[in-house]
């Protein structure tokens, strides 16, 4: 449920993930659990409002991953379903899902085409 800015009432929101005929699209999104590291790997991010990010950089570490998500640990409060870029090989977006025990759940929005490297780079993936 949310209050949208400029809506009188609470609404349910719904998460699109297909369409079916005729165009029988659908997203492909594990929406899987990001595996925990064995290691923090720090980031810098900034917040977005619109199309605009903030020049204010913020620190904190990756401490969990998944193909379309991450665990960001930061002692930044960050707003649920607020929207985010993390310098992780290029801009990173991604929008703040939920608040867990081990940080932010982050899913991508999108992801930078350096983004495969910088994760060898950090010593992620192979």
């Given amino acids: 449920m949310a ?12 998460q699109v993930t297909g369409i079916d005929e005729p165009y029988n699209i659908r997203i492909n999104s594990t929406n899987a659990v990001p595996a925990k590291l064995s290691h923090a790997v720090p980031v810098a991010f900034c917040l977005v ?3 605009h990010s ?4 913020r620190y904190g570490g990756i401490v969990g991953l ?3 998500a991450a665990i ?6 960050l707003d649920i379903f607020g929207n985010i870029r ?7 977006y991604g929008k703040v899902m939920e608040k867990s025990d081990e ?3 982050i ?5 930078p085409s350096g983004y495969r490297n910088w994760l060898r780079v950090v010593g992620i993936k192979e």
């Fill in 86 to 92: 993390i310098d992780a090989g290029g801009e990173l």
């Fill in 54 to 57: 903030e020049d204010q950089l």
């Fill in 49 to 51: 409002d619109g199309k």
């Fill in 66 to 68: 998944a193909d379309d």
């Fill in 107 to 111: 899913r991508f929005t999108s992801v």
């Fill in 3 to 14: 209050h949208p800015k400029g809506v009188d009432e609470t609404i349910k929101l719904y």
């Fill in 103 to 105: 940080g932010y759940i």
């Fill in 72 to 77: 960001l640990d930061t002692e930044h409060p």
